[in-house]
């Protein structure tokens, strides 16, 4: 009998042909058939591939490079020494570098609170030393290498002497540095060479002062200092620290660590007043912003009647930091305004000041993953512990520009003037507050939250920040 054109299952498995049938897969595998395992090697393999992707990214996060858009930022009292920073780090410069190059220009266009002479003098005998000037952190080596600080400063020498702002930061960049010295010194020459627009706080200081050489909006030129700046420009900085002696006076120590809160503080030890000031502010969490301030502002009044708040003088602060998270606080000062010692004959003038000067910066870390960190160059202790408690409140740029008091010797606190207090601002004092006397301590600061730069300058500084 002829057979059927419709196949049977086993009539198809005989002749080879395409099995269609649903409940196929269901059936029992007969004895001795020998079908490869699919699903067991298909997951295996899976398995594998998987384990091998999570290696290669844990090899990646703990030992690769970082694979970013270049980023980079540089806070300070001067839009021009912000520029020279961030373009330091446009051209492939580090964190020291962009400070650097804003340092030295801020010592010509910001002559009444620094100096290219400007620095912290240290006791050569104590231990540890009592103030600083810079601190330095390579943050994504945060598990291996703490926070750096450098400071600098030496007894007053008589006869020729290199101005010492320059001597540390000649001896930091050799350590540090990435981009030729001379490329660092080229934007500082150039303003004081062509000429620079003064600044309303430069001409305020300098008619107190009795000079009216400086008025709002005008042009000003430092030629002096262009051409003693310019003849640097033949050595390298390694060349210029060794002639001077920088690495004997640059000192590198730890940073002072404190916690706040939820808060981890690093600044220098001169700056330790203000980090008790702010565990005392978030400990217990505050009701506002007013109230952390309110009890900073009670725990530094303590601080001065013990007389543990260093002499002020002037400042100007800044903040870097390069596409690397390399965090620079960088804060030089002198005594007085204009500095406290003869005009040089390179055009610098000199400072001798009869006491460390209340330099603070410091980096304000919250611990949490991808946390908030602050990179803070504040010209005052009592300004760096109030506007610390503002911004771990409140958050940037509005915990900046909050209005501030200082905090005078004795408790006493002045206020400054066109600023508003705060409500909960005024305490008992051992005298009614008075006005505070100008130039203001000024906060410029970086923030970075994961990956994301934010900076601000402070007004009080009548600077600008440059982020790229």
Not at 107 to 130: E, F, G, K
Request: a neutral charge; charged letters at 15%.
């Amino acid at each position: 009998m002829p057979s059927s054109s419709r196949g049977t299952p086993d009539s198809l498995h005989a002749s080879g042909g395409a099995e269609t049938r649903e409940d196929v897969p269901l059936k029992a595998r007969h004895a001795g058939a020998r079908c490869p395992a699919g699903p067991r090697l298909i997951l295996a393999a899976f398995a594998a591939l998987s384990a091998a992707i999570t290696l290669a990214l844990l090899t990646q996060i703990y030992y690769g490079d970082y694979e970013l858009v270049p980023h980079g930022s540089v806070s300070s009292s001067a839009a021009a020494c912000s520029r020279a920073g961030t373009d330091a780090l446009k051209a492939g410069g580090r964190a020291l570098d962009a400070a650097a190059a804003a340092a030295l220009c801020l010592a010509v266009l910001a002559p009444h609170r620094t100096s290219l002479d400007a620095y912290a003098p240290v006791p050569l005998a104590s231990i540890p030393p009592p103030s600083g000037a810079l601190l330095y952190w390579e943050y994504r080596n945060a598990r291996t290498q703490p926070a750096a600080l450098f400071e600098w400063g030496d007894a007053p020498a008589p006869g020729a002497r290199p101005p010492r702002l320059v001597a540390a930061l000649a001896t930091l960049h050799a350590q540090l540095g990435a981009l030729p010295w001379q490329q660092l010194l080229m934007p500082t020459i150039q303003l004081a060479k062509d000429g620079f627009q003064v600044s309303e706080g430069l001409a305020a200081a300098a008619a107190a002062a009795g000079d009216a050489s400086y008025q709002a909006g005008a042009l000003a030129a430092a030629p002096a200092v262009a051409a003693y700046l310019s003849g640097l420009l033949a050595n390298t900085s390694a060349e210029l620290s060794a002639a001077w002696g920088g690495a004997a006076g640059v000192r590198r120590g730890a940073a002072q660590a404190a916690r706040a809160g939820a808060w981890r503080a690093l600044a220098a030890p001169r700056a330790a007043p203000a980090l008790r000031a702010l565990a005392h502010a978030l400990q217990p969490p505050p009701a506002s912003p007013d109230d952390a301030q309110r009890r900073a502002l009670e725990w530094l009044q303590g601080e001065a009647r013990a007389g543990t708040l260093a002499p002020r003088g002037v400042a100007t602060g800044l903040a870097a930091v390069d596409q690397y998270d390399t965090y620079v606080a960088l804060v030089t000062g002198t005594s007085v305004a204009f500095g406290s010692g003869p005009l040089a004959a390179a055009g610098w003038q000199r400072d001798e000041p009869p006491a460390p000067l209340d330099l603070a910066p410091a980096f304000l870390l919250d611990d949490a993953v991808c946390g908030t960190r602050y990179v803070v160059g504040a010209e005052s202790a009592s300004a760096l512990a109030q506007a610390a408690a503002a911004l771990v409140t409140d958050g940037a740029p509005g915990a900046v520009e909050r209005a501030r008091a200082d905090v005078l010797p004795g408790g006493a606190l002045a206020l400054q003037a066109g600023r508003p207090a705060p409500a909960r601002l005024a305490l008992p004092a051992p005298a009614p507050p008075r006005n505070a006397t100008p130039p203001h301590a000024a906060v410029n600061l970086v923030q970075q939250r994961a990956d994301a730069l934010a900076s601000h300058a402070d007004s009080r500084g009548g600077g600008l920040a440059s982020r790229f």
